[in-house]
C-alpha cells in the first residue's frame, strides 16, 4: 500500500472526529450580532471591581468573538447582566514578627446572565459564580503598595475569560 492510499484512507475518519480547540467554538444562536453589558449590581462597599468587570467582558468578547459590544441595552441582541452577590476578604498570612496579616485572599461570588433582548430567552447562566485571588501587603510601611486594586484587576479579567468561556461553550 502506498502512503497516498494509507493517508487518504486515515484522514476522512480524522476530519469528521468532531475536536475543536477549547474556546473557539460559538453555540449561541446566530441571530445574535450585538451585546450589551451594562454595569453590574454591587451590594457590598467595593466599586471598583463593578466597573472592571463589565470592562474586562468587553474587551474578552472583543478578543475572542465577532459580536459588537454596544452600550445601549435597547438596542443590542442579548444583554449580559451581573451582580456581585457577595466580597469577602480575609487574611491568610501572618507576619510573625508583627502579627499583622501579610497576605489576603478575596472570595467573590458573583451571578452572570445573557438573555436575548426579544425573546426574552436565557442563553446563559450562572448563579453563585465563585472567584478567588489572592494578595500581599508590605508589612513594612516605607515600602507599603496597595496591591487589592491590581488583585481585582487580575480577579476581573480572570472572571472575564471564565464567563465568555463559559457563553461560547454553553457550559
Do not use: W
Not at 124 to 129: K, S
Amino acid at each position: 500500500m502506498t502512503r497516498r492510499a494509507l493517508l487518504a484512507g486515515l484522514l476522512p475518519p480524522l476530519a469528521g472526529c468532531g475536536y475543536h480547540v477549547a474556546g473557539r467554538s460559538d453555540l449561541l444562536p446566530k441571530t445574535l450580532h450585538t451585546i450589551a453589558i451594562p454595569a453590574f449590581s454591587n451590594p457590598t462597599t467595593r466599586y471598583r471591581l463593578t466597573e472592571r468587570l463589565p470592562a474586562m467582558m468587553t474587551r474578552e468578547f472583543i478578543r475572542r468573538t465577532r459580536y459588537q459590544i454596544v452600550p445601549d441595552p435597547n438596542t443590542a441582541d442579548a444583554v449580559l447582566t451581573g451582580g456581585i452577590v457577595a466580597l469577602h476578604a480575609f487574611p491568610t498570612v501572618f507576619d510573625q514578627r508583627t502579627g499583622r496579616a501579610a497576605g489576603i485572599q478575596m472570595l467573590v461570588i458573583l451571578s452572570v446572565k445573557l438573555t436575548e433582548r426579544t425573546t426574552g430567552q436565557v442563553l446563559f447562566e450562572r448563579q453563585n459564580f465563585e472567584t478567588r485571588q489572592r494578595y500581599e501587603i508590605s508589612v513594612d510601611p516605607l515600602t507599603y503598595f496597595e496591591e487589592s486594586s491590581t488583585a481585582m484587576d487580575r480577579l476581573a479579567t480572570d472572571v472575564a475569560r471564565q464567563i465568555v468561556a463559559g457563553i461560547l461553550e454553553n457550559f
